[in-house]
């Protein structure tokens, strides 16, 4: 096989894995319309569930063969690699939207997961296809996608009073996490350091330059 085709399949499979990611964008529509305590008491049973199925793939044979089996086509090198036992996308998926369901207001919530779909299988398939300029740890071209499609998310997203601030909050913040996503790998999954990271951006500067201003959207459960 020659490596245009294993390319090829690369990016197929990488296709695929996308396609299962842009589901989790149902996490934060629906989020908008449940309260933080319904989120979590669905939230954090599944991640438990998930994250047992992740860690017993690792030592139990019956279950790695099953897992491997139903999803190993979509995992990647390093999420199969039998010394360091790491955890797969899906786990760490889940794992930060509790922790961002948990730590943030919901306004932030939406922005930052969703950016973390949209920007996050953007930033993947135009940085593999048409990944031209080295740009620190992988390539221009697909950390300019990650912040292109993210700022257009910063757009669509309900905010508080949707003042201009609010959106240059947004951009910046998503500035920041194109920056995360380009530099993350190994031990610092970006599925968990790009919303955490534009979180907490958000929220500083929401503190920072409006901090009269309740981080409450109005009309929906919070």
């Known amino acids: 096989m020659t490596e245009i085709d294993q390319g090829a399949i690369d990016y197929k499979h990488e296709l695929v894995r996308k396609s299962v990611h842009l589901c989790s964008l149902s996490m934060p529509i629906i989020y908008y319309y449940v309260t933080r305590e319904l ?10 569930f998930i994250l047992f199925f992740d860690i017993s793939r690792h030592y139990i044979i019956p279950i790695k063969t099953f897992y491997n089996n139903l999803f190993g086509f979509m995992l990647r090198k390093h999420e199969t690699d039998e010394n360091k036992k790491n955890l ?3 786990s760490y ?14 306004v932030i919530v939406i922005t930052s997961f969703a950016v973390l779909i949209i920007g996050d299988i953007f930033a993947a398939l135009i940085g593999r296809k048409f990944g031209r300029h080295s740009f620190l ?9 990650f912040f292109f499609t993210a700022a257009i998310v910063v757009i669509v997203a309900p905010k508080v009073e949707y003042t201009f601030g609010e959106y240059i909050i947004g951009f910046v913040a998503v500035a920041v996490g194109a ?15 790009i919303p955490l990271s534009i979180g907490l951006v958000m929220w500083g500067l929401y503190i920072i330059f409006i901090p009269e201003m309740a981080l409450i959207l109005t009309g929906v459960p919070n």
């Open 39 to 48: 989120a979590l008491i669905v939230l954090v049973p599944l991640l438990l």
């Open 88 to 90: 797969n996308g899906a």
């Open 93 to 106: 998926v889940l794992l930060s939207a509790v922790i961002v369901v948990f730590i943030f207001p919901k």
């Open 137 to 145: 740890k992988k390539s221009l071209e697909g950390t300019l996608a």
């Open 179 to 193: 920056i995360v996503e380009n530099l993350s790998g190994g031990w610092a999954d970006d599925n968990l350091t």
